[in-house]
Structure formats: C-alpha cells, structure tokens
C-alpha cells in the first residue's frame, strides 16, 4: 500500500468530506488531510504552504487535490484558473483530481484544457484513491 504526505480535499458538502475523511483516514493513505469548503479557502491555503516551503525550506503542500467542481464562492473552475498564479506552486509535484458527481462532457473538457487529467466520481471510495495514488506516486508505506 502507498502512503502520500498530504491529501487537500476541496468540497463544500460537508457530508461528503466526512465521508471522504473517513475513507481516506481509515485506508492510512496519508499523514495529513486538509479540508477547504471552497476553491477561495483552498487558494488561501496552498498560498500559506507555499509562501512556508519558500520561506523555511519545508515543503508541506499538498501532494493530492482532490476537487470538487461546483462549489460556492470560488467554483474548481475558478479554483483551477487561480492555482495557476499561487507563487511558488509546482504543478508538477501535486496532482489534482476532480472529484464530482458532473460528467458533463463540457465540464470534463473544460477541466482537461485547464490541466486537469484525472477524474473520481462521487462517492469516494478506497479503491478510487487507492488507483489514483497508485499511479502517481511511488511512495510505499
């Protein structure tokens, strides 16, 4: 089994973060899971970790973003087109994948123009994160 760093988990729905949060703290697929309510919050964040990675030299940014698309106050659209101006943000070293119940096909293009390559469909399951961390990373626990 693989274990990751860190997971940010993206999500206005409270329901399913509790959920998500079970999942993944019960799977052991990561020492820390962040929790944002909107794309803004998650923006706010990864600007904290990356302004600390600059300044300290420890690099606690998330290596997994799971995404919701439709959220309030700064949707993973906007989220997405924001993530590309967070200083010091490596998009190379953090993978992000919606997690969404919207498999509009307009949705999913427009998630994939603004990078995005992987795609989870809700509900989140163990086996789901367990494949995406698979693929992504070579840390073995």
């Given at each position: 089994?693989?274990k ?27 020492d ?9 919050e998650?923006i ?54 919606v997690l969404?119940?919207s ?9 994939k123009?603004?990078?995005?390559t ?5 509900p989140?399951?163990k086996e ?6 698979d ?7």
């Amino acid at each position: 089994m693989k274990k990751i760093a860190s997971i940010l988990l993206v999500d206005d729905d409270e329901t399913t973060n509790y959920i998500s949060k079970l999942i993944i703290t019960r799977a052991g697929l990561t020492d820390e899971l962040l929790i944002a309510m909107n794309g803004r919050e998650a923006i706010e964040l990864l600007n904290e970790r990356c302004q600390e990675a600059t300044s300290t030299g420890v690099n606690k940014v998330p290596q997994l973003v799971l995404l919701d698309i439709n959220m309030p106050v700064m949707d993973g659209f906007m989220f997405l087109d924001a993530l590309q101006s967070v200083e010091g943000f490596d998009k190379d070293a953090v993978v992000v994948a919606v997690l969404t119940t919207s498999l509009d096909a307009r949705d999913i293009a427009k998630v994939k123009n603004l990078g995005v390559t992987e795609f989870i469909s809700k509900p989140l399951t163990k086996e789901s994160l367990e494949k995406l961390i698979d693929r992504h990373f070579d840390v073995t626990l």
